[in-house]
Structure formats: structure tokens, C-alpha cells
């Protein structure tokens, strides 16, 4: 498919979803892989019934931080129109969003107008609200993937008509609770709000967002049969170009040059190690790996033009808060800018290089939350250009070790676990038959030191 | 992270071929008219009791035998008698604005007690046994709530203070942790655990005693009763198999009572416990209203049950993860090692004036690898938690942390950090009391199910509107 072919199927994608809220569509549960524009779908739509239909929108996100987010882009984006931000009083709020003058931090339901507004906040706060009964004429739940379903029944009741929008592909929402009364429940309290409001009501209307804008085609060809089987989708941009202005001569070059030769997700094999929760080495590796790109004058070239790599561009991500902190505290001045976090924080946000910790990689075990499909599928979708995934050797024979038995329940077609497995397993295969394997001694990073 | 505290324990343990402490304060309640049931169950059925003993702590336990629960009659008649205990008991506590306090030996016990529940509360035209069933099922579905003191087992109690040197699936076996605990004298724990194991203590017995012994003394009981033997006769039989169950069930009696020797009078109570205590008398006293009313106890929850119980369970998971470390050694220790407790040197404490307020600042080095700190979290100083701060930024420099953090709430009654000082902050003590108000919100906001959350009805009809010629301005 050619990029405009691409582009238009995009677009009359988004127009079909801005056409279900004329048509009085009640539900919409709309799908969507990485990268594919949910949250500028989610400002349309907001921005739509505000100016166009002149209705009470209220706008639900899983935290804060993606309500600060989507508040920032509609008060930057449209500038003539004003937006409402409903916070708890103790929050703290950044001073960008202070800053704004079209964004207006409210408290209660009487802060608002009472005609047509964009209200956003999180779903904690929309739960609170010191009104019951129906506010508005629609609801958005960005992220809905990640709310879980006790508590857009918390809020569900608020308005006439509801888009939740989301990835089903990334991590199911945390809960601190055990869940084995409701394990046979399809639609129970835990499961993701748009997966039990379609065991409910399995007429709700299902569109699927078809093109990735962030990830490119060979990314896509890994990521999409992996962890989107039933979500077909196509990327917008064939490549975005990775250059090195200095040719390599060590081991971990061929890896970074192999990303040159098109190979957009690679992975880097560390010799095996049984490291645990924290494997210092591989951050050695990893972090000299980030210098090495920058010191050879690394390059990309995508929809602004050809630029220059900065810090400012790299991620890292990780599953383990305390792999997180040894990358950090490899990393000096002059990358303060790399961001580095854990998958679940990741979530939502991109970078055009990746640099990515395998969670089996160093592991005796495979623990469901290694396995968690949801956690993998975000590492490996957050670069625009290229992503790196740093591992130690025996992650394919540890998965053979660790088959899941199985723990399925009458009724119940899911097994994230057992799906956790097959989407690793299909990831090393696929990387392996395609020759993304890229063996290296180590050491890179203690050689330096 | 995996709990690190345990795992050394479970280390020296192993070398010192004795349990070793891993709480400094008592972690529940120990009610001390709390009632033991010990049940025992035929193999194959899963759905009655053989055998059972129930006593008070400290107490001989009242054993009961039935020569077979498949016998309806007869399994019945052990769930009244059992029933008549636990009612007369459950009253007792409800006069008393207390509440009761169940102990089983091992999670397969209180697991055997679940199923019984979930059984018996379904059972069609006999009242009584419902009842009995009701009645159990306070304790089940509290089981798995975290802070929980309503349906304890002994083995879970002393793992929760004690590691043994083996592995934590064989600490299920409740006659294996007390040799932990109590080691033979010639230190061959390991010879004496292998022997204890050979003691039945879970809910099933073992399957020589069943082919050797209980199997034909069942099917000696059949032959006569199908033989229309007298009542001496059948007494005979009957008390074969009551003298072959009871001293089974008398054992793991007498072991899960030894349990709590370990456990009372052995630590200092916990800081959070008066806050579970109050709360389970007032969950109780709940559930007794609802059964006086008629309530049902569903199998299966509607959209609305399912919102109150999942948002009880996490409410007391974080509430107990937050107050347990106020007060509790051992609980701080694991809150550091998983990085939720801020601990380093106070430095650059600054304070400047916007407008009338005084804005204290200041920093916290820590050289923690594994720190759970973002931005906006709210922290508290576990010394005094009236003093309360906001984090600001968390910089790396190297392997130490440097958080940036702004005095929130009581600086006047407790009073700004020093420069130089060690302080450790964590989360904030739990607010016991907002559970009690998120419930009568989500009563307020759950009184109309909207249709998103009704199984039964259907979507609202589309209601079209009129398309205006241009479609919105979209950005790039």
C-alpha cells in the first residue's frame, strides 16, 4: 500500500468515528494498535461536539498525567476555543497547563457553563464529581483499555452517548486485589471497561483505527501478527532513515549499522547471565550503546527533514523499576535528557530511537508479569525509527521451559498468560527466521570505563 | 522486586535449622473467643464433611463424625450441629459489637470451608442449612480481602512471622512449620520434618488409611445397614469410623492450638490493628443486617455488587500496605527494599514567602537502587506523618537519587526537616474512613444503573442530527 493510500484509509477511518457521534451512535468502542492517533481522535471528537454540535463533552483518561496531556494539546491546538479541566483541589497542576489561557481548572459540576464545554479529567475525579446524574451528551474514555470496568460504571452514567477509545494490544488495568470471584465473569469488575461493555451488549458499534502513524512497515510486520492478530494494520511511513556520519569498527556496531540497512527492530544477545531484577551489565551495555550512537553522528530523516540525533530523542524502557534506576545512574549529564522508564509509564508516549530491556532477559523464571503480552507489546512500540531490545542469551529455550499449562476457565476464551507466551515465542521466532539476531560479546561498556 | 527479607530469613533458617522471625509486630487480631474448626473430608467428595472438630482456643475440641457424607441425612445432620455452634457464636459476638474470628489449620481447610459455603447457602428447601451456610460465608468472602480477620489459617499466620528453611509451598503442611519452630533436640530438622509430613494436616486423609482402613469399615457400615442390622449393630459400625477419623482430625486440632503459641503473647500488636479491628466489627455487624433483612447472597455479582466488592478489596489492600509500615519494623524494611520508603540526608533546606504562605523546600540524597518516587507523589515522615511533602523532581546523579521535595501540611506541628538530618519518608498513613465515603458515593451515583451496565437492556435507539456543510478544522 502505497503512503497516500495509507493516508486516505487513515483519514476516512477518523471520518467514520467523527460520523457515529451525527448518527447518534450510543456506543462506540473504537480500536486502535500503537500509534495510530487515538488521542488526536479524541480531540476531534471533543473539539467537534463542542464547536460543531454544541454539546457537553466530558473527556475520561485512566491518570492525570494523560488528562495534563490531552488538556495540553487541545488548549495549544485550538487556541480560540476553552477547555475545562476538572481536578480534585489538592492536585497539583504543571505550570504549562497553569499557563494556558483557554484551559480553565475546575473543581464541581456548578464550575461549569451550562451550555456546550470540553470537560477533562481523570476517571477517579469523574467518579467524585458532585453530580450523579446525566451531564453531558457524550463521553470519551481515552485509554480505555486501562480502565477497568467498576469504574467506567462509575462514570458511565454521566452521559447520553460513549466513545471509549484504546489499544487493546498494551497492559490491562492494575488492580491491587484478588479476582478470583469474578474470574468467570466475562463482563466482571476487572476486565478492561470496552471488553465487558461488548460481553454486554455485543451490538455496540466496533470500528478499528487501521494505519500506524509511529511505527514503520518492518516494525508493523513484527508487532501487528504478534500482538494484534484480530487487529489488522498497516504503517503510514514505509522507513524513517537512520544514518551514522562515522562507519563502526566494534561489535555493537553491526547492530546499529543493521538499522541503516532497514532493520528497524533488532535485538542485541548479551552472552547468558543469570542477572535477576537488576542486571548491571546489561546497563553497561546498554548506555554505552545510547554514546555510541550519538559520538557516530546518528541521523534521521523523517517528516521534518533529515536531523540530527539528540539525547532528547532516545528512550529506554524497562519492567523493573530498579533496572530502570541502574540506567539512570549510568547515564551522565550528557544524557539527561535520554528518558527512561518502565513499560507501564511508557505507555502513551514515544521516542524516535528505543532502547529496550527483553523483561525475560537474565531470568530463571517466567512469571506472568514477564510474560504479560501487554508489557512487550509496549516496549517494542514506542520508536519511530528504530528499536534495539537488549536481552541475554537462552530467552527462547527459557520459554520452552516455562510452556503455561494453562488456566482457563469455562466461559472464559482468554488466557493472557498462555497469549503472553505466544507472542514471545512468536516475537524470538520471527526474529531469528529474519535474522534480527545479532550476537555480541559484551564488555563494550566496562571497556570504556 | 521479590521480597529480599524473606529470602535471607528462609537462608538462616535453613543454616540454623530453625524458624526464624520475620515480624516485629503481631500482624492481625487474634480474637481470643475465636473458634478452630478442623474439617476433614472423604476422598472424592468435595462438597462435605467427614469429620470435624470445633473448640475455642485453648479449648478439648467437640469432635464430630459421620460414617458417610454421601448420606444426605446424616451430612446434614453434622452441618446443624456445626451450625448451632457457629450461630450461638456469631451471636455472642454481635451482642458484643465484637465479631467472630475463624481459624482452619492450612489454606486447603479454609478452602474446604469456602466450598462448604458457597454449597450449602444453595441448598433448595431447608432453611437450616442455608443458614449454616450464610453463616460461613461471612468469613469466606472475606478471606480474600486484604487486612481481613475474619477467617485465618495457621499456617498462613505463622509464615506471616516466621520463615522456615524450606520452601514456601511447604509451609502448607502445618506439622512441617511447627518442627521449624520447634526443632528436635539432636538439630535434625530436616529428619523430623520428613517424619511430621507423614502426618496428615491438610482436608483429605491419606490414601493407604483410606484403602486400608476407612474404605472397608464404609463399606462394612453399607453391608449392614443394606442387611437391616439392629441399632446395636449399627452402633458398632458407626463408631468404627469415628474411632478411626478422630483422632485425625484431633491431630490437626491439637497442632493448629500449638500454632498459637507462637503468635500470642510473642509480639508487640501491629499500629494498624485497632483500625482492623473496628473495621471488621463494622463489615460484620454489616453482613448480619443483610442476612435480618433477607438479602441474598448471590453466587454471582451484578455489574453494581461486583463495583462495591472490588473497590472494598483494593481500598483494603492499599490501606494495609500504607498502615502496615507505621509502627512495624519488618514492614518498613520491605517498604525500603521495594523502594516505597524514602530514606537519605536532608540537604538545601530553603524557605521563601509567596505572598502569606511560607514555602518549605528541600532535598533528600538517597542512594537507593530501587526507588518508587515520581513527581507529585504525596510522601509523609513515618516519625510523625502530620508532616507531609510533595515531591517535586527526582534527579540521578551517578547511583544516587536526589528528590526534590516541598513541605505539603504540618510544618507548624511538627516543624521543617534540619539540614544533615536522616529522614525517612513514605506514603501516607490510610484514611480507614474513606472507604465508608466512597461507598456512599458510588450508592449515590450506582441508584440508577445506566444501560452500559444493565445485562438485560438494550442500547438506546440512535438519535441523528442534522450535519452542517463543513467538517471540523483538524491539525496536522
Same mark, same amino acid.
Given at each position: 500500500m502505497t503512503q497516500a493510500a495509507a493516508a486516505a484509509l487513515a483519514d476516512a477511518m477518523v471520518r467514520d468515528v467523527l460520523s457515529t457521534q451525527w448518527d447518534g451512535v450510543s456506543a462506540l468502542v473504537l480500536n486502535s494498535p500503537p500509534g495510530a492517533g487515538k488521542t488526536g481522535v479524541a480531540e476531534r471528537l471533543s473539539v467537534q461536539g463542542l464547536a460543531l454540535m454544541k454539546e457537553r463533552v466530558m473527556v475520561a483518561t485512566p491518570t492525570n498525567e494523560q488528562a495534563f496531556d490531552l488538556a495540553r494539546r487541545l488548549g495549544l491546538g485550538f487556541p480560540r476555543l476553552t477547555f475545562f479541566m476538572m481536578t480534585s483541589r489538592s492536585l497539583e497542576i504543571p505550570p504549562d497547563i497553569l499557563a494556558l489561557a483557554n484551559v480553565q481548572i475546575v473543581h464541581a459540576s456548578a464550575d461549569l457553563p451550562d451550555g456546550p464545554c470540553v470537560a477533562i479529567g481523570n476517571g477517579a475525579k469523574w467518579s467524585w464529581l458532585d453530580a450523579d446524574d446525566c451531564q453531558f451528551d457524550l463521553q470519551i474514555v481515552d485509554e480505555a483499555y486501562q480502565l477497568p470496568d467498576y469504574r467506567f460504571h462509575l462514570i458511565a452514567g454521566l452521559a447520553r452517548r460513549h466513545v471509549l477509545i484504546g489499544d487493546p494490544g498494551q497492559i490491562d488495568p492494575v488492580i491491587q486485589a484478588e479476582l478470583e470471584r469474578w474470574r468467570c465473569d466475562v463482563s466482571g469488575p476487572h476486565v478492561p471497561a470496552p471488553r465487558a461493555l461488548i460481553a454486554r451488549h455485543s451490538g455496540v458499534r466496533q470500528l478499528s483505527l487501521p494505519v500506524s502513524r509511529r511505527l514503520v512497515s518492518d516494525t508493523a510486520s513484527f508487532v501487528q501478527p504478534a500482538f494484534y492478530p484480530d487487529l489488522p494494520f498497516v504503517a503510514l511511513h514505509d522507513a524513517r532513515p537512520v544514518r551514522f556520519a562515522t562507519p563502526g569498527i566494534a561489535p555493537m556496531d553491526i547492530p546499529l549499522d543493521a538499522v541503516v540497512a532497514g532493520e528497524s527492530l533488532v535485538m542485541v544477545e548479551l552472552p547468558a547471565l543469570l542477572a535477576g531484577d537488576v542486571d548491571h551489565d546489561l546497563a553497561d551495555e546498554l548506555v554505552w550503546t545510547i554514546n555510541r550512537v550519538l559520538t557516530r553522528g546518528a541521523t534521521i530523516e523523517d517528516e521534518s527533514g533529515v536531523r540530527p540525533i539528540t539525547p532528547a530523542m532516545i528512550g529506554v524502557a524497562c519492567a523493573r523499576v530498579a533496572q530502570v534506576n541502574a540506567i539512570r545512574e549510568r547515564l551522565g549529564a550528557g544524557l539527561s535528557d535520554v528518558f527512561v522508564e518502565t513499560a507501564n509509564r511508557f505507555q502513551g508516549l514515544e521516542r524516535q530511537l528505543m532502547f529496550v530491556q527483553h523483561p525475560l532477559s537474565g531470568r530463571a523464571d517466567a512469571t506472568d508479569f514477564h510474560l504479560d503480552s501487554g508489557r512487550l507489546c509496549v516496549l517494542l512500540s514506542r520508536h519511530r525509527a528504530a528499536c534495539w531490545i537488549f536481552g541475554r542469551d537462552g530467552i527462547s529455550r527459557q520459554l520452552r521451559r516455562y510452556a503455561p499449562v494453562g488456566d482457563r476457565s469455562l466461559g472464559i476464551s482468554d488466557d493472557p498468560e498462555f497469549e503472553g507466551w505466544r507472542a514471545n515465542m512468536e516475537l524470538m521466532r520471527t526474529l531469528e527466521q529474519r535474522g534480527r539476531i545479532y550476537r555480541v560479546p559484551g564488555g563494550s561498556g566496562r571497556r570504556t570505563a | 522486586m521479590a521480597d529480599v527479607v524473606n529470602i535471607v530469613a528462609r537462608m538462616l533458617a535453613l543454616e540454623a535449622g530453625r524458624a526464624q522471625r520475620v515480624a516485629s509486630h503481631l500482624q492481625f487480631n487474634i480474637q481470643p473467643h475465636a473458634l478452630v474448626i478442623c474439617p476433614l473430608a472423604m476422598a472424592g467428595e468435595d462438597t462435605t464433611i467427614h469429620a470435624v472438630a470445633i473448640?475455642? @482456643?485453648?479449648?478439648?475440641?467437640?469432635?464430630?463424625?459421620? !460414617?458417610?457424607?454421601? *448420606?444426605?441425612? /446424616?451430612?446434614?445432620?453434622?452441618?446443624?450441629?456445626?451450625?448451632?455452634?457457629?450461630?450461638?457464636?456469631?451471636?455472642?459476638?454481635?451482642?458484643?459489637?465484637?465479631? !467472630?474470628?475463624?481459624?482452619?489449620?492450612?489454606?486447603?481447610?479454609?478452602?474446604?470451608?469456602?466450598?462448604?459455603?458457597?454449597?450449602?447457602?444453595?441448598?433448595?428447601?431447608?432453611?437450616?442449612?442455608?443458614?449454616?451456610?450464610?453463616?460461613?460465608?461471612?468469613?469466606?468472602?472475606?478471606?480474600?480481602?486484604?487486612?481481613?480477620?475474619?477467617?485465618?489459617?495457621?499456617?498462613?499466620?505463622?509464615?506471616?512471622?516466621?520463615?522456615?528453611?524450606?520452601?514456601?509451598?511447604?509451609?502448607?503442611?502445618?506439622?512441617?512449620?511447627?518442627?521449624?519452630?520447634?526443632?528436635?533436640?539432636?538439630? /535434625?530438622?530436616?529428619?523430623?520434618?520428613?517424619?511430621?509430613?507423614?502426618?496428615?494436616?491438610? *482436608?483429605?486423609?491419606?490414601?493407604?488409611?483410606?484403602?486400608?482402613?476407612?474404605?472397608?469399615?464404609?463399606?462394612?457400615?453399607?453391608?449392614?445397614?443394606?442387611?437391616?442390622?439392629?441399632?446395636?449393630?449399627?452402633?458398632?459400625?458407626?463408631?468404627? @469410623?469415628?474411632?478411626?477419623?478422630?483422632?485425625?482430625?484431633?491431630?490437626?486440632?491439637?497442632?493448629?492450638?500449638?500454632?498459637?503459641?507462637?503468635?500470642?503473647?510473642?509480639?508487640?500488636?501491629? &499500629?494498624?490493628?485497632?483500625?482492623?479491628h473496628a473495621h471488621e466489627a463494622a463489615v460484620f455487624e454489616s453482613f448480619m443486617q443483610a442476612r435480618d433483612g433477607g438479602m441474598p447472597l448471590p453466587y454471582r455479582d451484578t455489574p453494581k455488587a461486583g463495583a462495591f466488592k472490588i473497590a472494598e478489596r483494593e481500598h483494603a489492600a492499599q490501606s494495609v500496605a500504607a498502615g502496615s509500615i507505621y509502627g512495624d519494623a519488618m514492614a518498613q524494611a520491605r517498604a525500603r527494599m521495594a523502594g516505597d520508603i524514602l530514606?537519605?540526608?536532608?540537604?538545601?533546606?530553603?524557605?521563601?514567602?509567596?505572598?502569606?504562605?511560607? *514555602?518549605?523546600?528541600?532535598?533528600?540524597?538517597?542512594?537507593?537502587?530501587?526507588?518508587?518516587?515520581?513527581?507529585?507523589?504525596?510522601?509523609?515522615?513515618?516519625?510523625?506523618?502530620?508532616?507531609?511533602?510533595? @515531591?517535586?523532581?527526582?534527579?540521578?546523579? &551517578?547511583?544516587?537519587?536526589?528528590?526534590?521535595?516541598?513541605?505539603?501540611?504540618?510544618?507548624?506541628?511538627?516543624?521543617?526537616?534540619?539540614?544533615?538530618?536522616?529522614?525517612?519518608?513514605?506514603? !501516607?498513613? !490510610?484514611?480507614?474512613?474513606?472507604?465508608?465515603?466512597?461507598?456512599?458515593?458510588?450508592?449515590?451515583?450506582?441508584?440508577?444503573?445506566?444501560?452500559?451496565?444493565?445485562?438485560?437492556?438494550?442500547?438506546?435507539?440512535?438519535?441523528?442530527?442534522?450535519?452542517?456543510?463543513?467538517?471540523?478544522?483538524s491539525r496536522p
Open positions: - | 473448640g475455642a @482456643i485453648g479449648a478439648e475440641p467437640q469432635i464430630r463424625v459421620v !460414617p458417610d457424607p454421601r *448420606v444426605r441425612d /446424616d451430612q446434614y445432620g453434622l452441618v446443624r450441629w456445626m451450625g448451632d455452634i457457629i450461630e450461638a457464636y456469631y451471636a455472642r459476638c454481635r451482642a458484643n459489637g465484637d465479631y !467472630p474470628q475463624i481459624w482452619a489449620a492450612s489454606g486447603a481447610a479454609a478452602g474446604h470451608l469456602d466450598v462448604m459455603a458457597d454449597r450449602l447457602r444453595f441448598v433448595r428447601d431447608n432453611a437450616p442449612i442455608q443458614r449454616v451456610g450464610a453463616l460461613l460465608t461471612y468469613a469466606t468472602e472475606r478471606a480474600p480481602v486484604e487486612g481481613q480477620q475474619a477467617l485465618m489459617t495457621m499456617t498462613g499466620a505463622l509464615s506471616a512471622h516466621y520463615a522456615t528453611g524450606q520452601q514456601e509451598g511447604e509451609d502448607q503442611h502445618l506439622g512441617a512449620v511447627l518442627v521449624w519452630l520447634d526443632p528436635p533436640a539432636d538439630g /535434625d530438622t530436616r529428619r523430623a520434618v520428613a517424619i511430621a509430613e507423614r502426618e496428615v494436616m491438610g *482436608v483429605k486423609t491419606d490414601p493407604d488409611f483410606d484403602r486400608d482402613v476407612l474404605q472397608p469399615l464404609v463399606s462394612r457400615y453399607h453391608q449392614s445397614l443394606k442387611s437391616g442390622a439392629n441399632a446395636a449393630q449399627m452402633q458398632v459400625r458407626v463408631k468404627a @469410623i469415628e474411632d478411626a477419623l478422630s483422632p485425625i482430625v484431633a491431630r490437626i486440632y491439637a497442632a493448629t492450638q500449638r500454632g498459637f503459641a507462637y503468635l500470642i503473647d510473642r509480639f508487640p500488636p501491629s &499500629g494498624v490493628l485497632a483500625q482492623l530514606m537519605g540526608a536532608v540537604r538545601d533546606v530553603t524557605l521563601i514567602r509567596v505572598g502569606r504562605k511560607r *514555602v518549605f523546600r528541600f532535598i533528600v540524597d538517597t542512594a537507593q537502587q530501587n526507588l518508587h518516587m515520581r513527581a507529585r507523589d504525596e510522601l509523609a515522615w513515618l516519625q510523625d506523618p502530620r508532616l507531609k511533602c510533595v @515531591i517535586e523532581g527526582v534527579d540521578k546523579q &551517578g547511583p544516587l537519587s536526589s528528590v526534590r521535595l516541598r513541605v505539603s501540611a504540618g510544618m507548624n506541628a511538627v516543624g521543617a526537616p534540619q539540614d544533615g538530618a536522616v529522614i525517612e519518608l513514605g506514603p !501516607p498513613p !490510610p484514611d480507614w474512613r474513606a472507604l465508608g465515603r466512597e461507598r456512599v458515593k458510588m450508592a449515590s451515583r450506582l441508584a440508577n444503573t445506566p444501560w452500559t451496565h444493565a445485562r438485560d437492556a438494550a442500547p438506546p435507539a440512535p438519535s441523528p442530527r442534522r450535519r452542517p456543510i463543513s467538517s471540523p478544522r
